[in-house]
């Protein structure tokens, strides 16, 4: 009996034993699960993470280009970076991975411009510059017809200001065909916002002539011009230009001379024309540069106003233009009104001058 109770409790302990090893071993379980628990994030918290992730990965230029729409059998104007790779846009790389067809200014600078972007050019490349663009536009907008993309570029900047682009632009509204822009980079409105001269109305007038005759001739028609003007001009015309500023202008209007935009080397010269003129003079520029000149006073506007001819002055006029010309009366009045605008831009009334060279002639 002493056997069997000495058995029963050798038995009962061995349970006790296994039992307490059992819970034990759950409880180490238990413990490091609770700590996988505490260290793993809820499926609210795992949630909010893939939306933060999703989040700022959608705000990437990646991500920007490859939600860029890219319009099929459309002409795509698009302005590529005046000097600063990092201007381009997300819109301008997706056109360049993914238009049909891509007319540059010059193929090497645009595959210079790609490789810079780390961007592959897939669409067909061809070469779209100021001797070929008219003879190329139809060939181009054929394509669009079909549903193709055209991307057109430039060296720098937006195309049609003073770079090619125009031709294209017009044939696409003549033959009814799509037409849009991506905007971007652009060295007129980068000058006249640094230039600190009025911006709520300016008018841009390209390239001064190269000639000095024609220069001075063109430069005096926008002496009485209220407007800021922007003009480009070049390394090896700058000082010439200067001069014939100075001499037209006057040395005290206000101006900027803007060059090196958006690059390291950036500069703003700030002054009056005689300033800058001074300053071309000992500190030569270089580069191509952007000119923003102030408008005419009220002053100014009004001394370069052409004086205006009376009634009786056109109709003597009328008349020798009549006899030199064997010109009908009315043919030669027409002409000379046409000629010869009033102050404020308007034609004189030819009646008026119909009738003064009746009383003439009386």
Avoid at 236 to 252: E, K
Wanted: proline fraction near 4%; glycine fraction near 6%; aromatic fraction near 4%.
């Amino acid at each position: 009996m002493e056997r069997m109770n000495e058995t029963l409790d050798l038995k009962l302990n061995e349970l006790s034993a296994n039992t307490a090893e059992v819970t034990g071993s759950a409880g180490m379980v238990n413990t490091a699960e609770m700590a996988e628990m505490a260290e793993s994030p809820t499926a609210a918290e795992r949630s909010g993470t893939e939306r933060s992730g999703t989040e700022q990965s959608g705000t990437g230029l990646d991500a920007l280009v490859r939600g860029t729409d890219v319009p099929q059998g459309t002409v795509v104007m698009a302005a590529t970076p005046i000097g600063n790779t990092a201007d381009a846009s997300a819109r301008l790389i997706a056109l360049l991975e993914r238009a049909d067809i891509v007319a540059a200014e010059d193929t090497r600078r645009l595959y210079a411009l790609a490789n810079r972007l780390g961007v592959h050019v897939n669409g067909r490349v061809v070469a779209y510059h100021d001797h070929n663009e008219r003879d190329k536009s139809d060939g181009l907008l054929d394509q669009v017809e079909t549903g193709a993309t055209v991307l057109v570029v430039s060296d720098a900047g937006m195309p049609t200001i003073n770079d090619p682009g125009l031709a294209i632009v017009r044939r696409a509204i003549e033959r009814g065909l799509p037409v849009t822009c991506a905007p971007g980079p652009s060295a007129v409105l980068d000058a006249l916002c640094l230039s600190g001269l009025p911006t709520d109305r300016f008018c841009y007038e390209g390239f001064l002539p190269r000639k000095h005759s024609e220069r001075v001739q063109y430069l005096r028609t926008l002496r009485s011009e209220r407007r800021t003007i922007v003009f480009y001009e070049t390394l090896h015309r700058i000082d010439d230009s200067m001069a014939d500023l100075l001499d037209v202008f006057g040395p005290n209007r206000k101006m900027a001379l803007c060059r090196e935009l958006t690059k390291d080397f950036e500069q703003i010269r700030r002054g009056t024309i005689a300033q800058i003129r001074q300053s071309v003079i000992n500190e030569p520029p270089r580069g191509e540069m952007v000119l923003v000149v102030a408008g005419a006073s009220e002053e100014e506007a009004d001394a370069a106003a052409p004086a205006s001819l009376s009634v009786e002055d056109l109709a003597v006029l009328s008349i020798d233009r009549a006899q030199e010309d064997n010109l009908r009366i009315k043919d030669a009045i027409s002409q000379v009104v046409a000629e010869h605008p009033l102050a404020d831009g308007s034609l004189a009334n030819r009646k008026q001058v119909y009738n003064a060279v009746l009383a003439m002639k009386q």
